[in-house]
T-cell receptor
């Protein structure tokens, strides 16, 4: 049973470019959340998708957008990249069970470096 | 916004010793979570706590949900080399709300 998978594992971009990161949730999970983890810090919540809609959003600018597909997989898009966007981007999946969101399982992340 | 204060920031202990770390918040959480993150990997859930006062164990790990709902601690007994890593506490307000993470405790062990 595959866990949460993310691609690519590493990515190098330059300032001003756009990037798309991908996430496949754990089998049986329907909710996907994205986090940004800067070096030496804890993950910071970006947004959460459920039923193909953004349900919650953290304090991130509109340059960060996402999408969830009918098969529950998700993409994170970042436009107009800044040096400060360099970080590990983590995807976490979970499932709703009778209205309760079960604990989130994390993928190993995409390491994004901005030059 | 909500912040979690996690302490200590780092620990350097002898193999076999017990470890204790804690997390405090200025806000109430309804769920407390403890994760471990190894280099190059994502966080792995160790223990989830859902009720104030709850004490839960997972092998050598024990965690408690503070009565005030503003704090939690994690204990590791008889530490071993594979316990090395970064431990994060995390809080969650509602049943489907975002997770707020602490800044982590880096655990290093002398063999």
């Amino acid at each position: 049973d595959a866990g949460v998978t993310q691609s690519p594992t590493h990515l190098i971009k330059t300032r001003g470019q756009q990037v798309t990161l991908r996430c496949s949730p754990k089998s049986g999970h329907d909710t996907v959340s994205w986090y940004q983890q800067a070096l030496g810090q804890g993950p910071q919540f970006i947004f959460q998708y459920y039923e193909e809609e953004e349900r919650q959003r953290g304090n991130f600018p509109d340059r960060f957008s996402g999408h969830q597909f009918p098969n529950y997989s998700s993409e994170l898009n970042v436009n107009a990249l800044l040096l400060g966007d360099s970080a590990l981007y983590l995807c976490a999946s979970s499932r709703r069970d009778r209205g309760l969101l079960q604990p989130q399982h994390f993928g190993d992340g995409t390491r994004l470096s901005i030059l | 916004g909500q912040q979690l204060n996690q302490s200590p920031q780092s620990m350097f202990i002898q193999e076999g010793e017990d470890v204790s770390m804690n997390c405090t918040s200025s806000s109430i959480f309804n769920t407390w979570l403890w994760y471990k993150q190894d280099p190059g990997e994502g966080p792995v859930l160790l223990i989830a706590l859902y009720k104030a006062g709850e004490l839960t164990s997972n092998g050598r790990l024990t965690a408690q949900f503070g009565i005030t709902r503003k704090d939690s601690f994690l204990n590791i007994s008889a530490s071993i080399p594979s316990d090395v890593g970064i431990y994060f506490c995390a809080g969650q307000l509602g049943i489907a709300s975002k997770i707020i993470f602490g800044s982590g405790t880096r655990l290093s062990i002398r063999p």
